[in-house]
Nanobody, 127 residues
Framework: QVQLVESGGGLVQAGDSLRLSCLAS?????????MGWFRQAPGKEREFVAA????????SYAEFAKGRFTISRDYAKNTLYLQMNSLKPEDTAIYYC???????????????????WGQGTQVTVSS
């Protein structure tokens, strides 16, 4: 079993930046491949934000995240990041990281692709 713990959320003003982190750990050797970020705003369904492929290292983004958010991964620290710039009030949500144990990582925008989930970190953007 792999545990994912997010951190870095908080209350910021519109236009500010935040960097979210997601630390992956396990009681034994583990292999995870693609990873992603999702978010859920109050009264809305959870939606895809960004994903990063283990094989290419390239990030893929939801339309609203393009140009503002950057996903990255530090293998030495077993940590996934989401750098969020130019935040807007509509970015207010709980942000979740997720990890996939399938190296194919085909359907990365879909929640069903991921095997492990963190508990989430709250991001609140005031206007």
């Amino acid at each position: 079993q792999v545990q994912l713990v997010e951190s870095g959320g908080g209350l910021v003003q519109a236009g500010d930046s935040l960097r979210l982190s997601c630390l992956a750990s396990s009681g034994r050797t583990f292999s995870i491949y693609g990873m992603g970020w999702f978010r859920q705003a109050p009264g809305k369904e959870r939606e895809f934000v960004a994903a990063i492929s283990d094989s290419t290292g390239q990030g893929s983004y939801a339309e609203f995240a393009k140009g503002r958010f950057t996903i990255s991964r530090d293998y030495a620290k077993n940590t996934l990041y989401l750098q969020m710039n130019s935040l807007k009030p509509e970015d207010t949500a709980i942000y979740y990281c997720a990890a996939d144990r399938d190296p194919r990582f085909v359907n990365w925008p879909s929640q069903s692709e991921y095997d492990y989930w963190g508990q989430g970190t709250q991001v609140t953007v005031s206007s």
